[in-house]
């Protein structure tokens, strides 16, 4: 089984909603913090958000504070990523990775931290 799998990607008209969903493992997910990267060709993978084990810390990069929310729900080993209001420039590949234990508002934003990663999940948003 892999570590973490994403789901809930999809074509979707701009304006629309989709909520992405990252379900681990218990050696992934448990205690872990988990966070959301997006990629699009050419580009680097970028952080989007972040929840951690303890505390329930949640970290958004800037552009993504208004739009984007994370949540947990620790006894089903998912995290979502509710995305609103999808712009075309949402498009790309988005990925959840786990980092052990916890991380800071900085070093969460660091994807070489993340020791596991799921396979991505296609968002595609049309204008």
């Known amino acids: 089984q892999a570590p973490l799998v994403e789901a809930g990607g999809g074509l979707v008209q701009a304006g629309g909603s989709l909520r992405l969903s990252c379900t681990g493992s218990g050696r992934a997910f448990r205690g872990n913090t988990i966070g959301w990267f997006r990629q699009v060709p050419g580009k680097e993978r970028g952080f989007v958000a972040a929840?951690?084990?303890?505390?329930?810390?949640?970290y958004y990069e800037d552009s993504a504070k208004d739009r984007f929310t994370i949540s947990r729900e620790n006894a089903r080993n998912t995290v979502f990523l509710q995305i609103d209001n999808l712009k075309p420039e949402d498009t790309a590949v988005y990925y959840c990775?786990?980092?052990?234990?916890?991380?800071?508002?900085?070093?969460?934003?660091?994807?070489?931290?993340?020791?596991?990663w799921g396979q991505g999940t296609q968002v595609t948003v049309s204008s």
């Open positions: 990775a786990a980092v052990v234990g916890d991380c800071t508002r900085i070093s969460c934003r660091d994807r070489r931290l993340y020791t596991f």
């Open positions: 929840s951690t084990r303890s505390d329930v810390k949640i």
